[in-house]
């Protein structure tokens, strides 16, 4: 051998094992005291200009090392973050993460198995926590699921067994340009938007997704579902599913959901319900009433990055019928042959029941998370959050210039500040403005949403940091902010008169 042209191999470990770890250990002691001290900051700020720019840096050809890159992390982006972790913020429906967490999902990165199959220790954490799951929920133990990215992917996994169980020919094989007649599904008006893209994705069309009106608590209307199912099929479609909402994203709505299971059963349709947040509900004795019926569902999406307070992503697809589920997903060619011994054994290959085929090790920070807190205690702080929900509520009715604009059956609060000076179109914009300004104030994160055509600040709590005096900030710093609109000579000419 020719020693002269042998060059000397290459690997991304650190060449000083002992400086990684000081680095590690000084990551680990900044992220606890930044979660630490999370309360002291703004919720939001805006990302400086130099900081944009700093992200159109040239593509690194050289080494620039891990000391100087984490400098340039704790320079740039450590202090503009989305403030979703922060005690104030209520916008869209986000979660807060936990500090062991954070821990667990540096540990399954450190071990960084692939969980789509073989026969190795992460597909056994996954499926204990499918039973936890399961069992959580009060969900048939004989149900198939798989942590997924998020309730959007749980959605689109559960549908896609709907639309292939309920297909009246070999829609893997022939596709949705086989079926004589149109597959149509139904849900609310309220239902979140993954399912229209899920739809979409599927092949079936947005109009084949019947959007059912509400009524006045935002549930679907029940007679208008029976007969929009019935028109449908006078007129050659074949009605095959039905999307129950437990917990809507604008209201935190719940449909009946026994109602929606003996109209599926009924009606031999699929029955998928979204319970993104709602689903969690399920945990507490006190409020398991309000989602009797999901247990019902064929499938069910939820998500553990959103109520159960859990570091993105992580979310979960049930399937009542194992089956099924796997019919929909499993394809298995020669580089993927499960073996019975090796490893390529084991039983559990969760690429035969999604759309990944690699996939990270999320189970673990579920695994750890569940083991750290106990069930008890999620239970609780969901009560906590929807307590608060309520607090917040009674607030905005005892304020003379605040409206309370929708029911609040669990976790969200919409509500506009209001004068009587004021038309509905200049309303909307005033709340608009002041939501920008509550935002740029750094004081607190609502998002907005539209409550029957009039702009709603929109308070929706998963978050464990939250406390009764943060909502009381809020209360007043909307009545002070509104106030100080009033002034603002650009609605001041404006008035019903
Ligand atoms: C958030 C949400 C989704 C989508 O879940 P992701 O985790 O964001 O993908 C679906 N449905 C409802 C009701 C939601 O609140």
């Known amino acids: 051998m020719n020693t002269e042209n042998v060059t000397k191999e290459e690997s991304l470990d650190p060449e000083d094992w002992q400086l990684m770890r000081n680095l590690g250990h000084r990551m680990v002691d900044d992220m606890l005291t930044y979660l630490e001290t999370v309360r002291d900051r703004h919720v939001w700020q805006p990302v400086p200009n130099e900081v944009k720019a700093f992200f159109r840096q040239p593509l690194p050809m050289e080494a620039q090392g891990a000391e100087h890159t984490y400098r340039d992390f704790l320079q740039y982006v450590l202090p503009h973050p989305m403030g979703n972790i922060h005690p104030r913020f209520w916008g869209w429906v986000i979660g807060t993460g936990t500090p062991l967490g954070m821990l667990a999902d540096m540990l399954a990165a450190g071990m960084n198995p692939n969980v789509g199959g073989a026969d190795h220790v992460a597909n056994y954490v996954e499926s204990q926590v499918l039973h936890w799951c399961k069992q959580m929920l009060a969900y048939p133990d004989e149900a198939s699921g798989l942590l997924v990215s998020g309730g959007s992917m749980a959605n689109l996994v559960g549908l896609t067994v709907a639309r292939n169980t309920k297909a009246e020919f070999d829609l893997r094989q022939d596709g949705i340009y086989a079926s004589d007649r149109k597959m149509t599904l139904y849900g609310s008006t309220e239902t979140h938007s993954s399912v229209q893209k899920a739809v979409e994705l599927l092949g079936l069309g947005g109009s084949a997704f019947r959007q059912v009106p509400v009524d006045k608590d935002f549930q679907i209307d029940l007679p208008e579902l029976e007969s929009t199912i019935a028109r449908d099929r006078r007129g050659g479609c074949q009605p095959f599913c039905a999307v129950g909402n437990a917990g809507t994203v604008n209201t935190g709505a719940i449909d009946d959901l026994e ?239």
């Not at 055509?453 to 710093?477: K, M, Q």
């Open 259 to 497: 109602a929606l299971a003996r109209i599926c059963q009924r009606e031999n349709m699929w029955f998928h319900v979204d319970g993104a947040f709602g689903a969690l509900a399920g945990l507490s004795l006190e409020l398991r009433p309000l989602v009797a019926g999901m247990e019902k569902a064929d499938s069910l999406a939820f998500d553990l990055h959103k109520w159960m307070y859990m570091p993105y992503e992580v979310g979960c697809a049930l399937v009542r019928h194992e089956e099924a589920h796997r019919k929909a997903f499993a394809l298995t060619p020669d580089y993927l042959t499960h073996a019975d011994r090796g490893l390529a054994g084991g039983k559990i290959w969760f690429s035969d029941y999604g759309v990944q085929l690699s996939r990270g090790f999320r189970a673990l920070k579920v695994w750890m998370s569940i083991k750290e807190h106990g069930v008890q205690k999620y239970a609780k702080l969901i009560e906590q959050n929807v307590d608060q929900a309520r607090y917040l509520a009674m607030l905005v009715e005892d304020a003379a210039d605040l409206q309370l604009l929708a029911p609040v059956p669990l976790n969200i609060v919409c509500f506009r500040f209001i004068a009587d000076r004021y038309d509905n179109d200049t309303l909307n914009e005033v709340n608009k403005e002041l939501l920008i300004r509550l935002h740029e104030s750094g004081i607190a994160a609502p998002s907005y949403t539209s409550i029957n055509g009039n702009y709603a600040l929109r308070v929706a709590i998963t978050n464990h940091r939250s406390r009764r005096d943060d909502f009381e900030l809020l209360v007043e710093e909307v009545v002070r902010l509104g106030n100080t609109l009033l002034d603002d000579a650009r609605f001041c000419r404006r008035s019903p008169g």
